[in-house]
Nanobody, 117 residues
Framework: QVQLVESGGGLVQAGGSLRLSCAAP????????MGWYRQVPGKQRELVAQ???????NYADSVKGRFTISRDNTKSTVYLQMNSLKAEDTAVYYC???????????WGQGTQVTVSS
């Protein structure tokens, strides 16, 4: 069974930083596009950042300049460095692994990020 294991969420004050990690040891990590999504109650899950298998990145406008996605293929892990956090960044953050536009698609269990203002 494929598992994506997220860690690093928590409570932080506005202006602070957190780093999320997502380990995916049971997939051929290097060929997957990896992404971070977030969801708040009553709203759809939205893309935060994405990194392709060859490390091309893409960000939601709301996080550009504040968040950085990166990957370490030797550790089968993707990271999301979140700086200058705002209250509106509060959400459950989910890790996603995607191969060939959804032919294989896996999700983590989610990690809560709460930013206090």
């Amino acid at each position: 069974q494929v598992q994506l294991v997220e860690s690093g969420g928590g409570l932080v004050q506005a202006g602070g930083s957190l780093r999320l990690s997502c380990a995916a040891p049971r997939i051929t990590f290097s060929v997957y596009a990896m992404g971070w999504y977030r969801q708040v109650p009553g709203k759809q899950r939205e893309l935060v950042a994405q990194i392709t298998h060859n490390s091309v990145t893409n960000y939601a406008d709301s996080v550009k300049g504040r968040f950085t996605i990166s990957r370490d293929n030797t550790k089968s892990t993707v990271y999301l460095q979140m700086n200058s956090l705002k209250a509106e960044d509060t959400a459950v953050y989910y890790c996603n692994a995607n191969w060939r536009s959804g032919r294989l698609d896996y999700w983590g269990q989610g990690t809560q990020v709460t930013v206090s203002s």
